[in-house]
């Protein structure tokens, strides 16, 4: 999957590419940046902007 803009990405949109991502490919938020050269910090401030924030014991953006 492609996250290369997902800083640019409507929120409510991302939040689903980023739940399958974490769902079928990652172990957690820290493999899921890793693997797509995110960045953590500007990553969970813009989900928290639209109300979603990482639950690491589910492994998703709620």
Same mark, same amino acid.
């Given at each position: 999957?492609?996250?290369?803009?997902? =800083? +640019?990405?409507? $929120?409510?949109?991302?939040?689903?590419?980023?739940?399958?991502?974490?769902?079928?490919?990652?172990?957690?938020?820290?493999?899921?940046?890793?693997?797509?050269?995110?960045?953590?910090? $500007?990553?969970?401030?813009?989900? +928290? +902007? +639209?109300? =979603?924030? =990482?639950?690491?014991?589910?492994?998703?953006?709620?």
């Amino acid at each position: 999957m492609d996250l290369s803009n997902a =800083y +640019a990405m409507d $929120p409510h949109l991302l939040v689903g590419l980023l739940n399958t991502e974490l769902r079928n490919h990652c172990d957690s938020l820290d493999d899921l940046v890793k693997t797509h050269n995110l960045d953590t910090e $500007p990553l969970l401030e813009k989900m +928290a +902007a +639209a109300d =979603y924030t =990482y639950q690491s014991a589910q492994n998703q953006f709620r």
